[in-house]
């Protein structure tokens, strides 16, 4: 009975332990998808798919210690529902505070590749062009602009079409593009 015990209990300094580690791998997990996330969401390969996962039970294995316990596991279920609770609040009120700060980014406009913007997100042309395909762009001159998402996406939109000045909110250097599209058009 004291193995059955041993492996669902949690003494309050392996408690302690869980939620620091929790604490400190959200952040650093956050800080490395942030950094890097973007990309690997407008071309995840088998490779990213294999890190991520990899990532995953490396953070797993170190936020439970030693020895994994149920109550443990639930603990950390628990801090990491909390903190994800608190950055999503806090994020929600620092977009409203930085309506100024943009995440999405033209990678291609007029037909004609950004390749600071590219080299930015770390994306190459067989990522752009595997998307430019998927929307049926057989030319780049059929563009007008290409908006990497936030979320990783690319956003396409196509010449010959009116793009309303709504359509840049939140992409980086907006006005710049708007006059670029305006000269084109």
């Not at 952040?27 to 991520?52: C, E, H, I, K």
């Not at 001159?141 to 909110?169: D, K, Y």
């Not at 939140?170 to 599209?181: E, F, I, S």
Request: proline share 3%; charged share 20%.
């Amino acid at each position: 009975m004291d193995a059955f015990s041993y492996y669902l209990g949690l003494h309050p300094l392996g408690a302690l332990a869980i939620v620091l580690s929790t604490v400190l791998l959200y952040f650093s997990f956050a800080a490395l998808l942030r950094w890097y996330g973007q990309r690997m969401y407008a071309s995840p390969s088998s490779l990213d798919l294999a890190v991520v996962t990899v990532l995953g039970a490396i953070v797993g294995r170190a936020i439970l210690g030693r020895v994994p316990t149920l109550s443990g596991g639930l603990l950390a279920l628990a801090v990491l529902f909390g903190l994800e609770a608190i950055v999503g609040r806090i994020r929600r009120t620092e977009r409203v505070r930085n309506r100024g700060r943009h995440r999405a980014a033209a990678v291609m406009v007029a037909g004609h590749v950004d390749r600071t913007e590219m080299r930015r997100h770390h994306l190459d042309d067989n990522v752009l062009w595997s998307a430019l395909r998927s929307a049926g762009v057989r030319d780049p001159a059929e563009v007008a602009l290409v908006v990497l998402e936030q979320n990783g996406r690319f956003s396409i939109l196509r010449t010959g079409e009116q793009i309303h000045p709504a359509a840049l909110t939140g992409v980086r250097h907006a006005n710049d593009l708007r006059a670029r599209l305006d000269g084109i058009a």
